[in-house]
């Protein structure tokens, strides 16, 4: 099993930059793809942004936030990085950060099985 921890969260103008930190413990980190959700008051949790397991990295993002954000990971720290530029008012939500023990960069949230407690990420127009 593996232990998630998310950091990095705040509050930032619209336009600002914000980077959201997944730190995990437990199992082997490079056994797992990582994927980022989030979840606006009022609204169904959605996908982000996914990496897939070390080796030929695949990453994958939601048609909302191409080109605005960046999903990373440093398997030396066992972290999984969100980097958020030219955020908007619409990206207010708690952001989760969830594994899977499984190879690909799937935005399909049920496949993952291990989940942070969250982050709180306001932008103010």
């Known amino acids: 099993q593996v232990q998630l921890v998310e950091s990095g969260g705040g509050s930032v103008q619209s336009g600002g930059s914000l980077r959201l930190s997944c730190a995990a413990s437990g199992d082997t980190f490079s056994n797992y793809a990582v994927g980022w959700f989030r979840q606006a008051p009022g609204k169904e949790r959605e996908s982000v942004a996914s990496i897939s397991r070390p080796g030929v990295l695949y990453t994958n993002y939601a048609d909302s936030v191409k080109g605005r954000f960046t999903i990373s990971r440093d398997n030396a720290k066992n972290t999984v990085y969100l980097q958020m530029n030219s955020l908007k008012p619409e990206d207010t939500a708690v952001y989760y950060c969830?594994?899977?023990?499984?190879?690909?960069?799937?935005?399909?949230?049920?496949?993952?099985?291990?989940w942070g407690q969250g982050t709180q990420v306001t932008v103010s127009s």
């Open positions: 969830a594994a899977r023990a499984g190879p690909g960069a799937s935005l399909f949230m049920g496949e993952y099985g291990y």
